[in-house]
Each structure stands twice: as structure tokens, then as C-alpha cells.
């Protein structure tokens, strides 16, 4: 079993929806403490771990952007004692009906509510769904509990968290909700791991952000706040699954995925490509012809603009309860990381070419 494999659990098992990431936000700001010279917060939240360089004053800084929060429910109305639900993020409503849930209620009494997502009998539901998938709005949440309780517990606007619990499978893969984007957090954390007592000229500063579900709010924010010289964004990708091709996703187990587009700075992406080679780490290009939809995407355009590079985990399953990643490229994506670090020179941003 890999050794990241506890901390990652307890990353899956934590909630964290997108603008209520504090109880994920604890965990990580436990296990990151030894591992930087400080840490802070920023105004919306994001986690602010720095791990200082050793070059001469001013010295170049780097961010690395994993974001923390996941996608998630809110309860929208109260129908007879069921939860009337909507979306945090993007959520396909086809893979909700039978999936647990958490319902942390803010009324009186009980602070966490196990449930069920539900969909009503067929012949209760319009004719025009006939026999497709049923649309949220259809949808409810049922917590086993009769109407009265449930409206002296359970208040509009709370939130409804999955509740899978964290499943090892073969190959040394793991199943669960929200490995997007906490396999990304587990990644940076073995980059910090891999960083204790090794030089590296550049301040180095890892960030959990919040809000990327609901647009890269905590990536905009904390790189206009630092005002870096190179930016990396570290997140997930299509892994092969199902009827999925090979030129749409990527293989679990194959290593970390190399963006290449335009939110890519082609100095970076070079760089990139030939330390993995040169490390042996196993590796695949993606090619992103527009933006990436991660956190580079704000990263790159912050301020007068930052160099960006996206690097990204295979997941087969992404936005679903059950997600699935392999701690080798957990662990390749930090080694990665954690060597880029290593190898920047001071003058790096100096010699770089901006129109390869």
C-alpha cells in the first residue's frame, strides 16, 4: 500500500464544498505544517504553505495549485419531510439515484444526516422523461426521518456532501468521492515530502485553493495576491475507462499528463517533458486546445500574466462517487514536482523563450 494512502483517506472522508472547505482545509493545514517554513490563509480561504528558498533577496517565487474543494448538493426546499436538492459545481444527475449522502443540517440537535438520493416511482414522474435518466430538479433526498424532524433540523441552503467511503482496489488504485481534486493535494504534499532537506533557490509556495468548482476563485486570488514568476497547476484528467479512446484520456498507472496549449507557457511544457525523461518518470502529453479548466487558467492571466504550466493525474470517473486514481501517479506527479523545484535556477524566467 502506498504510504500516502492514509493521509489521501482521510483527504476523500472530509467535506470540503466548493466556499465550506474548512473541514478538508484542517487536515491538510495539519499535515502540511512540518513540512514549510510557514503558513497562512488567504481572504477566501485558500491554504498558503511556504517553503523558502535559498537565493539571494528578492528571491523568484513559484506557485504550485492543487485545488481543495469538491463538488457537491444544497438543499433547495423542504417537501414532506424530503430534501429538494441542487448542484454545487457540475454534477450529471444520472449517477445521484441510491448514492449515500451527508446532510449537514444547521436546525437543532443532529449537525450530520446520513441520506439516500432518491427518484419517485416512473409513473409518478412526467411523461416527457419516459424512460430516461431523471433531471435533478425530480430528485430528493431522503434521511429516514418524518416531516416534522426533519424541518426542525434541516434548513434551505444547507449542504449535502457525498458519503462513499474510501475503497482500495487492485492495482493499488482507490475509489471514492473527491478525488478531484484531493488526489492533486496528496501529489503536492509527497512534492513537499520529497523537498525536506534538499536545496532549491526559488520560495516555493503550495496552495489548497477553494472555489474551483465554481470558478477558480481561490486560484485568481492567491496568485494575484503572491505575484509569482511561474505558476503550476496540479489536477485531474480523463483516465481511461468504459468505451473511452485512447487520444480522449489517459491511462491509470501511466504517469502524470503534460499539458499543451495555449493556458501552456512551451518553456515550461519543454522543461517539464525532458526532467521527466531524464528521471525515467513515465508520462503522457495532453493537448489542451483552449483552456484547461483548471487553475491555470486564472493563474496565467493574473496581474501582468504568469507563466503557467498544467500538469494532471489520470481519473477515470471524474465528477461521480466514485472516482478512481492509482497512488503511482499520485506519487510520479509529486516526484515530478518536487524535482521541477530542484532544477529552477534564479535567472530561470530570464533565459526562457517566450514564442517557441
Same mark, same amino acid.
Given at each position: 500500500?502506498?504510504?500516502?494512502?492514509?493521509?489521501?483517506?482521510?483527504?476523500?472522508?472530509?467535506?470540503?464544498?466548493?466556499?465550506?472547505?474548512?473541514?478538508?482545509?484542517?487536515?491538510?493545514?495539519?499535515?502540511?505544517?512540518? %513540512?514549510?517554513?510557514?503558513? /497562512?490563509?488567504?481572504? &477566501?480561504?485558500?491554504?498558503?504553505?511556504?517553503?523558502? *528558498? =535559498? #537565493?539571494? +533577496?528578492?528571491?523568484?517565487?513559484?506557485?504550485?495549485?492543487?485545488?481543495?474543494?469538491?463538488?457537491?448538493?444544497?438543499?433547495?426546499?423542504?417537501?414532506?419531510?424530503?430534501?429538494?436538492?441542487?448542484?454545487?459545481?457540475?454534477?450529471?444527475?444520472?449517477?445521484?439515484?441510491?448514492?449515500?449522502?451527508?446532510?449537514?443540517?444547521?436546525?437543532?440537535?443532529?449537525?450530520?444526516?446520513?441520506?439516500?438520493?432518491?427518484?419517485?416511482?416512473?409513473?409518478?414522474?412526467?411523461?416527457?422523461?419516459?424512460?430516461?435518466?431523471?433531471?435533478?430538479?425530480?430528485?430528493?433526498?431522503?434521511?429516514?426521518?418524518?416531516?416534522?424532524?426533519?424541518?426542525?433540523?434541516?434548513?434551505?441552503?444547507?449542504?449535502?456532501?457525498?458519503?462513499?467511503?474510501?475503497?482500495?482496489?487492485?492495482?493499488?488504485?482507490?475509489?471514492?468521492?473527491? %478525488?478531484?481534486?484531493?488526489? /492533486?493535494?496528496?501529489? &503536492?504534499?509527497?512534492?513537499?515530502?520529497?523537498?525536506? *532537506? =534538499? #536545496?532549491? +533557490?526559488?520560495?516555493?509556495?503550495?496552495?489548497?485553493?477553494?472555489?474551483?468548482?465554481?470558478?477558480?476563485?481561490?486560484?485568481?486570488?492567491?496568485?494575484?495576491?503572491?505575484?509569482?514568476?511561474?505558476?503550476?497547476?496540479?489536477?485531474?484528467?480523463?483516465?481511461?475507462?468504459?468505451?473511452?479512446?485512447?487520444?480522449?484520456?489517459?491511462?491509470?498507472?501511466?504517469?502524470?499528463?503534460?499539458?499543451?496549449?495555449?493556458?501552456?507557457?512551451?518553456?515550461?511544457?519543454?522543461?517539464?517533458?525532458?526532467?521527466?525523461?531524464?528521471?525515467?518518470?513515465?508520462?503522457?502529453?495532453?493537448?489542451?486546445?483552449?483552456?484547461?479548466?483548471?487553475?491555470?487558467?486564472?493563474?496565467?492571466?493574473?496581474?501582468?500574466?504568469?507563466?503557467?504550466?498544467?500538469?494532471?493525474?489520470?481519473?477515470?470517473?471524474?465528477?461521480?462517487?466514485?472516482?478512481?486514481?492509482?497512488?503511482?501517479?499520485?506519487?510520479?506527479?509529486?516526484?515530478?514536482?518536487?524535482?521541477?523545484?530542484?532544477?529552477?535556477?534564479?535567472?530561470?524566467?530570464?533565459?526562457?523563450?517566450?514564442?517557441?
Amino acid at each position: 500500500m502506498s504510504s500516502i494512502s492514509p493521509f489521501l483517506k482521510s483527504l476523500i472522508s472530509a467535506p470540503g464544498i466548493s466556499a465550506h472547505e474548512a473541514p478538508v482545509r484542517q487536515i491538510i493545514e495539519e499535515k502540511w505544517r512540518p %513540512l514549510v517554513d510557514d503558513l /497562512s490563509l488567504s481572504r &477566501l480561504g485558500s491554504l498558503h504553505g511556504l517553503k523558502r *528558498g =535559498r #537565493a539571494q +533577496a528578492p528571491c523568484p517565487s513559484l506557485v504550485l495549485l492543487a485545488h481543495m474543494d469538491a463538488i457537491g448538493l444544497v438543499v433547495t426546499q423542504i417537501v414532506d419531510g424530503f430534501l429538494s436538492i441542487a448542484p454545487i459545481g457540475g454534477i450529471d444527475p444520472r449517477i445521484l439515484p441510491g448514492t449515500p449522502v451527508t446532510v449537514h443540517a444547521t436546525g437543532n440537535g443532529i449537525k450530520e444526516l446520513p441520506g439516500l438520493v432518491v427518484q419517485p416511482a416512473a409513473s409518478l414522474l412526467p411523461d416527457s422523461i419516459g424512460n430516461g435518466p431523471v433531471p435533478l430538479k425530480h430528485l430528493f433526498v431522503d434521511t429516514g426521518l418524518p416531516p416534522r424532524q426533519v424541518t426542525e433540523l434541516v434548513q434551505v441552503g444547507d449542504l449535502v456532501a457525498f458519503a462513499t467511503e474510501p475503497v482500495e482496489l487492485a492495482a493499488e488504485t482507490i475509489s471514492g468521492h473527491s %478525488l478531484d481534486n484531493r488526489a /492533486s493535494v496528496a501529489a &503536492l504534499t509527497v512534492c513537499l515530502e520529497h523537498l525536506q *532537506g =534538499r #536545496a532549491h +533557490a526559488w520560495d516555493v509556495w503550495a496552495i489548497a485553493t477553494v472555489r474551483e468548482e465554481v470558478g477558480l476563485h481561490g486560484a485568481a486570488t492567491s496568485t494575484f495576491q503572491i505575484q509569482p514568476g511561474l505558476a503550476v497547476a496540479i489536477d485531474v484528467t480523463f483516465g481511461k475507462g468504459p468505451g473511452a479512446s485512447d487520444w480522449q484520456t489517459v491511462a491509470l498507472n501511466s504517469g502524470p499528463a503534460l499539458g499543451l496549449g495555449p493556458n501552456i507557457h512551451p518553456a515550461l511544457h519543454k522543461r517539464f517533458k525532458e526532467l521527466a525523461e531524464k528521471l525515467e518518470i513515465p508520462f503522457s502529453l495532453e493537448v489542451m486546445p483552449r483552456g484547461s479548466g483548471t487553475d491555470g487558467m486564472a493563474a496565467q492571466v493574473s496581474r501582468e500574466g504568469v507563466p503557467t504550466m498544467v500538469i494532471s493525474i489520470p481519473l477515470r470517473y471524474m465528477h461521480t462517487p466514485v472516482e478512481v486514481v492509482a497512488y503511482q501517479d499520485i506519487e510520479r506527479t509529486g516526484r515530478l514536482l518536487a524535482e521541477f523545484v530542484c532544477s529552477l535556477e534564479v535567472n530561470f524566467t530570464t533565459k526562457m523563450i517566450w514564442d517557441e
